[in-house]
């Protein structure tokens, strides 16, 4: 079994050639060098592309996986399958220019997938860390919460959680200096994703849970919160406080939780 789609330059790069061969001669620097995954930064042309290789992660892997309740990353067709969703109904992402998935069997399947380099950015993470200190203008603030809340509803509605749905997933794009009413955001990391016709309680929730983690040291203010609620959800603070009161409580205690863990694993004096 095999699945191929291949856009410009690489259908002209690979033409006469197996893409599967290809794909593993690519060179760049290496952000991620694993038995069963590779991920890189490659130029063509003077362009620069990000390629994921899959291989075969073995059964064990995928038993280990399944005993422990999470979901396996099987291969590049989850990430595929993703930004096409994501492109159908609307959220921006990345632009998939090269596909690959070779083998039926999860355990040995070699896929892979090129997606275009979105440059130049900056990662929400790194553009609010200093917002404490320097805030930006309240109704840039204001827009970008909302536009992030946007994006985040949209990805759940169309069935797709992040599972790495954290600010640094998000780029803003800075071609041009970002201004309320003139900017661009952009979702990206979506190896982990996956798609449904519809996005389980749970997994939304552990989505927004982690958007709300790492987004607790930028200085939001409760307002701030409360308004991307109403932006995500679609509805009148009244009624999303009325039906979501379980929901908003869990994720206080989830947040806490994870920062909780965060100190302890990151802070100056934790434990090695």
């Known amino acids: 079994m095999s699945k191929l789609v291949l856009q410009e330059p690489f259908r002209s790069l690979w033409q006469g050639r197996d893409p599967f061969?290809?794909?593993?001669?690519?060179?760049?620097?290496?952000?991620?060098?694993?038995?069963?995954?590779?991920?890189?930064?490659?130029?063509?042309?003077?362009?620069?592309?990000?390629?994921?290789?899959?291989?075969?992660?073995?059964?064990?892997?995928?038993?280990k996986n399944w005993l422990?309740?999470?979901?396996?990353?099987?291969?590049?067709?989850?990430?595929?399958?993703?930004i096409q969703r994501l492109t159908e109904v609307g959220v921006p992402t990345m632009t998939c220019v090269a596909f690959g998935e070779r083998g039926a069997n999860p355990a040995t399947q070699h896929s892979f997938i090129v997606t275009e380099e979105l440059a130049p950015t900056v990662s929400l993470e790194d553009f609010c860390r200093d917002w404490p200190s320097d805030p930006p203008p309240p109704a840039l603030k204001r827009a970008l919460i909302a536009e992030v809340a946007r994006m985040t509803g949209a990805m759940h509605r169309a069935g797709v959680n992040h599972?790495?749905?954290y600010i640094c997933h998000f780029l803003l794009h800075t071609d041009a200096p970002p201004a309320t009413g003139a900017f661009r955001l952009s979702v990206i990391?979506?190896?982990?994703?996956?798609?449904?016709?519809?996005?389980?309680?749970r997994w939304r929730n552990k989505d927004i849970a982690g958007l709300y983690f790492s987004a607790l040291d930028i200085g939001l203010t409760?307002?701030?919160k409360l308004r991307f609620l109403k932006t995500y959800f679609?509805?009148?603070?009244?009624?999303?406080?009325?039906?979501?009161?379980?929901?908003?409580?869990?994720?206080?205690?989830?947040?806490?939780?994870?920062?909780?863990?965060?100190?302890?694993?990151?802070?100056?004096?934790?434990?090695?």
């Open 222 to 224: 409760r307002r701030d």
């Open 234 to 272: 679609g509805k009148p603070l009244r009624e999303i406080l009325r039906d979501e009161a379980a929901l908003l409580a869990w994720l206080e205690r989830k947040a806490e939780r994870l920062l909780q863990r965060y100190r302890r694993k990151y802070e100056p004096g934790a434990a090695a």
């Open 21 to 63: 061969v290809e794909v593993e001669k690519l060179q760049g620097e290496v952000y991620r060098e694993l038995e069963a995954r590779r991920t890189l930064r490659t130029e063509v042309d003077g362009r620069g592309y990000f390629v994921k290789i899959h291989r075969g992660v073995g059964w064990g892997e995928i038993v």
């Open 163 to 165: 599972r790495d749905c």
């Open 189 to 201: 990391d979506l190896h982990r994703a996956q798609v449904r016709t519809q996005t389980p309680a």
């Open 68 to 82: 422990t309740a999470k979901a396996p990353v099987l291969g590049a067709g989850q990430e595929w399958a993703a």
